[in-house]
């Protein structure tokens, strides 16, 4: 599975993005699906993942309430709405894949290649 993050950009803090992620290869809908974000000078953390049937969502603490996870597997893309943008949600965000729902980088199956998400105050 080969992964492909875009949508990102600058925005103004209180804003609004939607990341988007294709997936080649074989298999999508047999994945479980998410985004990580790594800020400068900080290690990559989780910040949501949907399973591979849509029909449970997990999210970080951080973003709950302010972004929603999906897919549609039709299309083999995965989403990620993000609304009331803060400024300590600029990161490069990565998509990625896995079976498990462990959502811990050791278990991620395949990266893609990240997408830059600058929030202005």
């Known amino acids: 599975v080969q992964l492909q993050a875009f949508g990102g950009g600058l925005v103004q803090a209180g804003g609004s993005l939607r990341l988007s992620c294709a997936a080649s290869g074989r298999s999508f809908s047999t994945y479980d699906m998410g985004w990580f974000r790594q800020a400068p000078g900080k290690e990559r953390e989780f910040v949501a993942a949907t399973h591979w049937s849509g029909s449970r969502t997990y999210y970080a603490d951080s973003v709950k309430g302010r972004f929603t996870i999906s897919r549609d597997n039709a299309k083999d893309t995965v989403y990620l709405q993000m609304n009331s943008l803060k400024p300590e949600d600029t990161a490069v965000y990565y998509c990625?894949?896995?079976?498990?729902?462990?959502?811990?980088?050791?278990?991620?199956?395949?990266w893609g290649q990240g997408t830059q998400v600058t929030v202005s105050s």
């Open positions: 990625a894949a896995e079976k498990g729902s462990r959502w811990r980088q050791d278990y991620i199956d395949y």
